[in-house]
C-alpha cells in the first residue's frame, strides 16, 4: 500500500475490489470485474462525490476532504454511511487518522486491519475476499459477500 492509493475521500484504493482485480488480473481466470487502477493513478480525483463537490475535488485542489472547510460534507458523509453499513470501513474516520496522525501511521494500520490470515496478502473491503487464496471465488458473476 502507498500514499498514492489513498483517495481524497480516505477510501483505500488498496483494498477495492476493482483494484484488486487489476492486480490479481481476474479477467483472465474468468472472472468479470471492474478493473480500477486506483483514484488518483487515474486523475480522476474522485470516483464517488465527483462533480458534488462545489470546492474543486474533481479538478484536483482538494488533497483530502478533511482540508475542506466544509469537512465533513453531506456527498461525504452518505458515502460514509453506505462504507460504515456495508465495507466495514469508515472514511470519515480514516480522514480524521489521516489528519491526526498522517498517511503513512495509516496505511501501517490498513495493512494489519486488511491482512488475509492465511496468507498475508490484501482482503478486499468490497467482498471480503483475499484475491491470493480465493481468487476462485471471483470467476463468474462478482460476488460481494463476507466470508
Ligand atoms: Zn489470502
Known amino acids: 500500500m502507498e500514499p498514492n492509493l489513498i483517495a481524497p475521500c480516505g477510501m483505500n484504493c488498496a483494498v477495492c475490489a476493482a ?25 480522476k480525483q474522485c470516483a464517488f462525490i465527483k462533480k458534488r463537490c462545489p470546492h474543486g475535488l474533481l479538478e484536483g ?8 472547510r466544509d469537512f465533513p460534507c453531506v456527498n461525504l458523509q452518505k458515502l460514509d454511511k453506505r462504507y460504515r453499513a456495508n465495507y466495514r470501513t469508515s472514511l470519515i474516520e480514516n480522514l480524521i487518522f489521516i489528519r491526526d496522525e498522517g498517511v503513512d501511521a495509516f ?10 490470515h492465511e ?11 483475499c484475491y491470493n487464496c480465493h481468487s476462485e471465488k471471483l470467476v463468474g458473476k462478482p460476488q460481494y459477500h463476507w466470508e
Open 19 to 43: 483494484y484488486l482485480a487489476l492486480q490479481y488480473d481476474v479477467r483472465s481466470k474468468g472472472g468479470k470485474m471492474a478493473y480500477c487502477k486506483g483514484c488518483r493513478p487515474r486523475n
Open 61 to 68: 485542489k482538494i488533497e483530502y476532504c478533511y482540508k475542506c
Open 107 to 116: 496505511i501501517q494500520s490498513e495493512e494489519v486491519k486488511w491482512r488475509c
Open 119 to 129: 496468507c498475508g496478502e490484501t482482503i478486499s473491503c468490497h467482498n471480503g475476499i
